[in-house]
């Protein structure tokens, strides 16, 4: 009999407890992704509770990104798109940058791709309890595992499209995926406007272009510090930025993968992509058009300025993988006419620039080229962890971090690598690589009188 007392009181007090704990429930609503140096990351979560919160308290509560628990910094109210708004219907949680491995959503198979299953969980920490509608909460329910379908990130800012056109040594056409970023002021503004275009590296090809964008922090460029190097004929700060992606890798070619052996299967069709995308907007300057890449895409950036002779304003190859021994002497000739800022580390082994970026730029150097220029730095250090060391190939980190401030003299003789902007020569008078590309116009063909002769 005592023994049934026993158990009916705790059940009783079980059924206390339960009846007094109660849960909030939140729905998922959409995360944001940042994009660093060698990573992106999960930084913002946006969820709808049920009830709207009485007290915003950070500290009461633990957000988990794929099996990692994360620092809450900041909770406030917004919109379903994470935008602050005074009194909204839903949360964002800020959350405190993780160095932690599996934070990361974009996965690298070979080629890049986001996470099919990225779970996201917000809850209550032990102990801690909640008010919302005048209500006490002592839990909430709120988890997904597929966070990643309908992400923010600095990758929407630019407006997405494809282009087909004939592929480049083979029958039958490709189709390229691109983002083009196109800021307002510079569009109502009725002048011409400078036109960067970035090229991406193996990992970031496919048909997702926030991929490319975001996978090499290539949203850098669209950032002020960078945007403020450049200046439109109507004198506003700022240019537009083209970025585009193939399929597979830049350096395929009709008999397989190559490094200036035989031209890229996209050389045709990324040309003619370029071509419409200006005269689809008569307000990029035509006399100002940059191009540039990493890797593959430097490969691509000197096939382009090889195949296409006099139509881009400047060049700037990151690690390009354009082999030396596949140019020939005639094309160091046409080459050496070109404006070209070459930017590598020394100690890459995945792009040796023994083996491709050097002995280019010296043979530029013995035909005579004014305006071909080379940043070599020691090592890549990063800055989102300061003094973090990179992979020597990760050289686009210190062009998208504003950080190519020289260049080396112009020589023939061995390079003096430096971690202080690449160089101790400032190319035209030009402290930076975006200022100098800035400066970097064709000359306008005026047209002959019609009767002259």
């Avoid at 909640?130 to 006490?136: E, L, V, Y």
Wanted: net charge negative.
């Amino acid at each position: 009999m005592n023994k049934t007392k026993t158990i009916l009181a705790a059940l009783a007090m079980a059924v206390a407890a339960t009846a007094g704990a109660q849960t909030l429930k939140m729905t998922n609503q959409v995360v944001r992704i940042t994009a660093y140096e060698a990573s992106t990351s999960v930084n913002l979560v946006v969820v709808k509770p049920e009830l709207k919160l009485d007290v915003l308290d950070p500290s009461v509560f633990t957000v988990e990104t794929n099996g990692v628990e994360r620092n809450v910094k900041i909770v406030y109210t917004c919109d379903d798109r994470g935008e602050w708004t005074d009194n909204g219907d839903y949360l964002a949680f800020g959350l405190e940058v993780s160095k932690a491995r599996g934070v990361s959503p974009l996965v690298s198979r070979g080629m890049g791709t986001w996470s099919t299953a990225y779970p996201v969980k917000v809850a209550l920490k032990p102990g801690k309890t909640i008010k919302a509608g005048g209500q006490k909460f002592t839990a909430v329910d709120c988890a997904t595992d597929h966070a990643l379908r309908n992400f923010l990130s600095e990758s929407d800012f630019f407006r997405r499209g494809t282009f087909t056109g004939p592929s480049t040594g083979r029958p039958g056409d490709e189709t390229l995926t691109y983002g083009a970023y196109e800021p307002e002021a510079l569009r109502i503004d009725g002048k011409r406007n400078p036109l960067i275009i970035w090229l991406h590296g193996m990992g970031e090809g496919g048909t997702d272009v926030s991929i490319e964008l975001m996978g090499n922090e290539v949203v850098a460029l669209i950032r002020n510090d960078i945007q403020s190097h450049f200046t439109t004929e109507g004198g506003e700060k700022g240019a537009y930025v083209l970025a585009v992606q193939c399929p597979t890798m830049w350096m395929g070619t009709a008999k397989g993968f190559g490094s200036g052996s035989y031209p890229s299967l996209y050389s045709d069709v990324l040309k003619s992509c370029i071509d419409n995308y200006v005269a689809q907007n008569p307000d990029v300057d035509p006399y100002r058009i940059y191009i540039g890449g990493c890797s593959n895409g430097g490969f691509m950036t000197m096939n382009m300025v090889l195949r296409n002779p006099g139509f881009f304003a400047a060049a700037y190859p990151t690690c390009e993988a354009y082999a030396d021994v596949n140019i020939s002497d005639v094309q160091i000739q046409q080459l050496a006419k070109e404006n070209i800022w070459f930017v590598q580390s020394f100690d890459d082994t995945t792009v040796r620039p023994t083996e491709y970026c050097i002995p280019t730029y010296k043979r530029l150097i013995e035909a005579g080229a004014k305006n071909v220029w080379v940043s070599m730095f020691e090592n890549v250090v990063g800055t989102d962890t300061p003094g973090q060391r990179l992979m020597g190939h990760f050289s686009w980190v210190y062009v998208f971090n504003d950080q190519v401030t020289g260049a080396q003299e112009q020589s023939t003789a061995d390079m003096k690598p430096s971690n202080n902007g690449g160089g101790s020569v400032a190319p035209q008078g030009y402290n930076n690589l975006f200022e100098w590309m800035n400066a970097q116009k064709l000359v306008d063909v005026v047209p002959a009188p019609r009767n002259a002769r």
